[in-house]
């Protein structure tokens, strides 16, 4: 991620096991603000059809002791990484062909005594995760072939 740097090692983001079509889990490691230490997630994400215009996505923080796998961690040294929670849910629904409204609620405890005027410059990352669905949306050709809305699985790309 942008954010990161390029650094995929020290900063990784990726799906460590994709379980089904619905359910997948993900680790990532985040750069923070000084003086903050890296901030490391493990997540898990389902989502499901709820009817023919709409989706919902939801992730919750886990722990991947839970999940039977060897998560291959951050490159950074244990003292400078602390395990934060993510909890997000995001809905989509087709308001009209090629025009989609999405809904976004999302928490995260990043650990630890920040002060507000510190934790409040993360705000700025959580509202771009808005801007970041858009931009992959847009520069995706598929969503511009019509669908069959008899399928549940929706089409992605690597």
Sequence with gaps: MEQNGDDENAFPSRCESLINNHHHLL????RMPFPLVARDFFSRG???KLDPNKFVLVYNYDDEKNSGLEI??????KSKVVRAEYQGCYLF???ARNKTF???VAKVDVRGMIPSALANTGLKGVVGTVDRAVEYFEDQSFLRRE??????????HK
């Design 27 to 30: 680790y990532a490691c985040r």
């Design 46 to 48: 389902i989502w499901k």
């Design 72 to 77: 291959k961690k951050t490159t950074l040294n």
């Design 93 to 95: 629904e087709r308001v």
């Design 102 to 104: 999405m809904s976004y």
């Design 147 to 156: 669908q069959d809305d008899s399928t549940d699985t929706p089409r992605s």
